[in-house]
Nanobody
Framework: VQLQASGGGLVQAGGSLRLSCVASGRTSRSYVMAWFRQAPGKDREFVATIRSAGSIYYADSVKGRFTISRDNAKNTVYLQMNSPKPEDTAVYYC??????????????????WGQGTQVTVSS
């Protein structure tokens, strides 16, 4: 599975931004998808995940502000970022794996990664 993330940029705090991640590969539509982020000097951090049937889990830090969704017909997963804060500034990565893993918040359990897209939130 190959992943291509896009949509990052500069956004003001309180604004909105939507990230996209296009997956390619024979069985990518059935894969579990996720977004992680990594700020300078920090570990990669779980943001949200969505299963092929639509079950969703969020990190507490983004719950109520960010929304993950997927369009299986387009092999695309989205991250809608509403009311972002300066502390959301990071490189955002999409990730994929074939089966759901209860340890989804750990970056080590994910098999495929996109190249990352920079999100900068100004105050």
């Amino acid at each position: 599975v190959q992943l291509q993330a896009s949509g990052g940029g500069l956004v003001q705090a309180g604004g909105s931004l939507r990230l996209s991640c296009v997956a390619s590969g024979r069985t990518s539509r059935s894969y579990v998808m996720a977004w992680f982020r990594q700020a300078p000097g920090k570990d990669r951090e779980f943001v949200a995940t969505i299963r092929s049937a639509g079950s969703i889990y969020y990190a507490d830090s983004v719950k109520g502000r960010f929304t993950i969704s997927r369009d299986n017909a387009k092999n695309t997963v989205y991250l809608q970022m509403n009311s972002p804060k300066p502390e959301d500034t990071a490189v955002y990565y999409c990730a994929a794996r074939q089966y759901f893993n209860v340890a989804y918040a750990r970056s080590s359990v994910w098999d495929y990664w996109g190249q990352g897209t920079q999100v900068t939130v100004s105050s």
